[in-house]
């Protein structure tokens, strides 16, 4: 199965093509996906030799995280998909974030604008996401007695939080060192939107905004 996949949310600008045998990556840290983000996927399909009809899925981070480089990348994954004729399959950051297989419960935290985060917290007896101030998230979701949570992602200010909630924390290790790398894992299990058009974005928190009033 050959897939491009795509991510914009979890910091820079991150793509990937990878063909079975090969997984092949171009990444920034910067949010540049607006000015060089098709060049770097043209790049990388040229690389492994494919065209855009030659691919089998396009995959995308859907979010949360970055409130701009989720509509970005979801923008040109859905272009892409259409103009292609090519399965698009939307990734969730918590998944992309997540390694394979952790124990539980597991959280991951994606960092949003200063002071705040989207979390997913995993149980054994299910799943809970909460966006908002870090605290507050995390009295949301941590309840229940303490005990030992494995924590992965953007964990910035997280880890002494929840240390100071009395639970131990592990630290896990992402599933990939470039999330566009770990989408395109996944994709190959997920099952394509119905539509391109279908597709959600998920943006956590929606951005700051202020009101003026003359």
């Known amino acids: 199965m050959k897939i491009l996949a795509l991510d914009a949310a979890l910091g820079g600008f991150t793509a990937a093509v990878d063909d079975g045998v090969r997984c092949r990556v171009a990444a920034s840290e910067r949010q540049d996906a607006l000015e060089r ?11 492994a030799g494919l ?4 691919l089998d899925r396009i995959a995308v981070g859907v979010g949360p995280g970055s409130f701009t480089g989720v509509r970005i990348a979801v923008s040109y994954a859905k272009a892409l998909a259409y103009a292609g004729g090519v399965p698009l ?26 002071g705040v985060i989207c979390a997913r917290l995993r149980r054994p007896d299910g799943a809970a996401t909460a966006c908002g101030r870090t605290a507050e998230v995390l009295d949301r979701l941590l309840t229940g007695a ?8 953007n964990t910035e200010d997280v880890f002494s939080e929840i ?20 989408i395109a894992q996944l994709a190959r299990t997920r099952a394509p939107s119905p539509t391109p058009h279908a597709l959600a974005p998920d943006y956590g928190e929606s951005p700051a905004v202020s009101e003026r009033r003359s």
Do not use: H, K, N
């Open 37 to 47: 983000g098709l060049d770097r996927i043209a790049a990388l399909l040229a690389e």
């Open 51 to 54: 065209r855009l009809r030659d």
């Open 89 to 114: 399959v939307g990734i969730s950051s918590y998944d992309a974030l997540e390694p394979a297989q952790p124990p539980l419960p597991v959280l991951i935290a994606v960092r949003g604008r200063r």
């Open 146 to 153: 303490p005990g030992v949570v494995q924590v992965g992602g």
């Open 163 to 182: 240390a100071e909630r009395g639970w131990t924390v592990r630290a896990l290790q992402p599933r990939a060192d470039v999330p566009a790398a770990a």
